[in-house]
Nanobody
Framework: QVQVVESGGGLVQPGGSLRLSCAASGRTLSRYAAGWFRQAPGKEQEFVAAISWSGWPTYYADSVKGRFTISRDNAKNTVFLQMNSLKPEDTAVYYC?????????????????WGQGTQVAVSS
């Protein structure tokens, strides 16, 4: 079993950047695919980005494509989400997840482990 903990959220102005981190413990993350999901107030959870165990391929929601980048450092047991050109509609709680598979998925139901989430607020 693996535990994941997110960090790096905060308040940022529109057009700004944040880098979220997802640190794993318990077992090595290198054999798990990982994903980021988010949930805005009053909305359902949605897929943001996912990455396979080796770092490729990666997948992105259309709403973040070209602005967000998912990456991983298996030696450090960490997955990252670099978020650039942030918009107010990116405001949400961001969740890191790990899947007991080498292959990434865009479906939240296919992930086995979840963090507690980190709040991202984009506002002027």
């Amino acid at each position: 079993q693996v535990q994941v903990v997110e960090s790096g959220g905060g308040l940022v102005q529109p057009g700004g950047s944040l880098r979220l981190s997802c640190a794993a413990s318990g077992r090595t993350l290198s054999r798990y695919a990982a994903g980021w999901f988010r949930q805005a107030p009053g909305k359902e959870q949605e897929f943001v980005a996912a990455i396979s165990w080796s770092g490729w391929p990666t997948y992105y929601a259309d709403s973040v494509k070209g602005r967000f980048t998912i990456s991983r450092d298996n030696a450090k047991n960490t997955v990252f989400l670099q978020m650039n050109s942030l918009k107010p509609e990116d405001t949400a709680v961001y969740y890191c997840s790990a899947r007991e598979s080498l292959v990434a998925s865009q479906r939240s139901g296919q992930y086995d482990y979840w963090g507690q989430g980190t709040q991202v607020a984009v506002s002027s």
